[in-house]
Each structure stands twice: as structure tokens, then as C-alpha cells.
């Protein structure tokens, strides 16, 4: 069972673009929701995350949008550069429990000069 | 400060072998996850510690797959008589524990295993 689905599989878009990743998850008892980015070679490195609480949330060029009722939720990236051409993983996890991240399939995102 | 660093980078092993796979954690951290990252796909979680206690090893996938954080700090991913399946790129996280709070996750490097 799939519990973080995660669209596009892959992204192409240019530079200065907005780049967008969605993500859907079936537990209702998630709670933290991070976005990881990977570069080859490399481990996942934390971005941005949210909890259910807020609708939103902005660290300079990357978004998190958040719609509880869908179980849906998204990463903008402002400004796209070539310099973000990586993969990007969305996760999610029951804070309440041993933590652990459920990760979606990855989007491979690449920026175009 | 440094990060997560695990040992070694790339491992090459024949089929029937056993290996051993080395995380140090962030200094101070209690709590250490292993993932298990398959080609072009997520990482999936292998098991937890909290300090010396392993509290989750539900991820580890046949009982050749096993543990161990004996002091609370480095840890130690052991895979007996390894397989061909068991080629992957093995993640190590660590995270401090608060509660509320302190969720993040920092990951290693990985180590990739490659059973021939």
C-alpha cells in the first residue's frame, strides 16, 4: 500500500519558471510533512516542512501549500534555477509515534538554462 | 558542526557474504533511523533507535537484516548472507527528540551495496 503518492515522476521546466510537485497521502493521522531534496551521490537534505495547522508556508523561494480536506500537498519552487535540478521526495510522519518518514517515488526535476 | 557520515561509501559484496554497514550520527542526537533506497525510488524505513533502544524494527526485511546502537551513538546495519535484492543505497538519519517538536530528520550520505 502506497500511503505517500507523489506526481510528476519527472519535470523539465526553464529557467526562472515555476517548478511545481504534488503529493497526496491516505493517513489521516499524519502529521509532519517535509520536502527533501537529492542530489546524486548525496542524501536527502530537509527544504522545507508543515503541519496540518497551517495552510501554507514560504522560505524564500520554495512553498509548501497544505489542503487538509484533500490529503493533498505541494512544493512550489519560485525562480526555478539550474542549480535546483535534483530530485525532490515529499514525506510524511506520525509525530506520535517512532517518527519514522514515509516518502513518496520522487519527482526528477531538471531546470533548463 | 559536521553531519551524519556513514562508512563505507560503496560496498561491493558476493552473493552469500556478510557486510557491515557504519553510521555516526550527528553528536548528541537520541534518535537514529535507517532507510533502505532503492534505484529511482524513495527511501523506505528499515528501524529506529533512541539512544541504545531499538524501538522499531518493523522496515527490516528477513531476519538476515539486523541492528545495533550499543552505546547510544554509532550504529551498525549488519546484512547476513547477502542477496541480490539487497542491492540498494543504505540511508542513515538522525534527529533530535524533543515534545513537542525537533521532527527533522538529517541524513548521511549512504552507503551503496552492490551484491554480485
Known amino acids: 500500500q502506497q500511503q505517500v503518492k507523489q506526481s510528476p515522476q519527472s519535470l523539465i521546466v526553464q529557467k526562472g519558471g515555476i517548478s511545481i510537485i504534488n503529493c497526496a497521502y491516505e493517513?489521516?493521522?499524519?502529521?509532519?510533512f517535509p520536502w527533501y531534496q537529492q542530489f546524486p551521490g548525496k542524501g536527502p537534505a530537509l527544504l522545507i516542512a508543515i503541519r496540518p495547522d497551517v495552510s501554507e508556508k514560504k522560505e524564500g523561494r520554495f512553498t509548501i501549500s497544505f489542503n487538509k480536506s484533500a490529503k493533498q500537498f505541494s512544493l512550489h519552487i519560485m525562480d526555478s534555477q539550474p542549480g535546483d535540478s535534483a530530485t525532490y521526495f515529499c514525506?510524511?510522519?506520525?509525530?506520535?509515534?517512532?517518527?519514522?518518514?514515509?516518502f513518496g517515488s520522487g519527482t526528477q526535476l531538471t531546470v533548463l538554462p | 558542526g559536521a553531519g551524519v557520515s556513514q562508512s563505507p561509501r560503496y560496498k561491493v559484496a558476493k552473493r552469500g557474504q556478510d557486510v557491515a554497514l557504519r553510521c555516526d550520527p550527528i553528536s548528541g542526537h537520541v534518535s537514529l533511523f535507517w532507510y533502505q533506497q532503492a534505484l529511482g525510488q524513495g527511501p523506505e524505513f528499515l528501524t529506529y533507535?533512541?539512544?541504545?533502544?531499538?524501538?522499531?524494527k518493523s522496515g527490516l526485511p528477513s531476519d538476515r537484516f539486523f541492528a545495533e546502537r550499543p552505546e547510544g551513538s554509532v550504529s551498525t546495519l549488519k546484512i547476513q548472507r547477502t542477496q541480490q535484492e539487497d542491492s540498494a543505497v543504505y540511508l542513515c538519519?538522525?534527529?533530535?527528540?524533543?515534545?513537542?517538536?525537533?521532527?527533522?530528520?538529517?541524513f548521511g550520505p549512504g552507503t551503496r551495496l552492490t551484491v554480485t
Open positions: 538519519a538522525s534527529s533530535p527528540y524533543r515534545v513537542p517538536g525537533a521532527y527533522e530528520q538529517y
Open positions: 514525506a510524511a510522519m506520525l509525530t506520535g509515534s517512532a517518527r519514522q518518514l514515509t
Open positions: 493517513n489521516t493521522a499524519f502529521d509532519y
Open positions: 533507535f533512541q539512544n541504545e533502544a531499538q524501538l522499531d
